[in-house]
């Protein structure tokens, strides 16, 4: 069983950072691939970026490239996502979300889900 908790958001001016943490409880982070996904009101859930379980690949959405980078810390079983040059369009509840052994994009890969962190970015 993995369990995941996410923190770091907030409420913040167009053109600023965040940096989003996941941490997790379970023994196994470092077999499992890591993402993290966010939903708007009245949208479906969407993929941001994922780490493989080694860090050695990463994939990004194609709104956040170049903007969002996707860390992780296997010793403190933590995964990162900093968001720099935030955007009104990137408020949203985001979710990190855990899938053994996989760099994946699709929700229906993933098998633990955190509760959510709010971000909001104000015009």
């Known amino acids: 069983q993995v369990q995941l908790v996410e923190s770091g958001g907030g409420l913040v001016q167009a053109g600023g950072s965040l940096r989003l943490s996941c941490a997790s409880s379970?023994?196994?982070?470092?077999?499992?691939?890591m993402g993290w996904f966010r939903q708007a009101p009245g949208k479906e859930r969407e993929f941001v970026a994922a780490i493989l379980w080694s860090a050695a690949f990463t994939e990004y959405a194609d709104p956040v490239k170049g903007r969002f980078t996707i860390s992780r810390d296997n010793a403190k079983n933590t995964v990162y996502l900093q968001m720099n040059s935030l955007k009104p369009e990137d408020t949203a509840v985001y979710y990190c979300?855990?899938?053994?052994?996989?760099?994946?994009?699709?929700?229906?890969?993933?098998?633990?889900w955190g509760q959510g962190t709010q971000v909001t970015v104000s015009s």
């Open positions: 379970g023994r196994t982070f470092s077999s499992y691939g």
């Open positions: 979300a855990a899938s053994y052994g996989r760099l994946a994009r699709r929700t229906t890969d993933y098998e633990y």
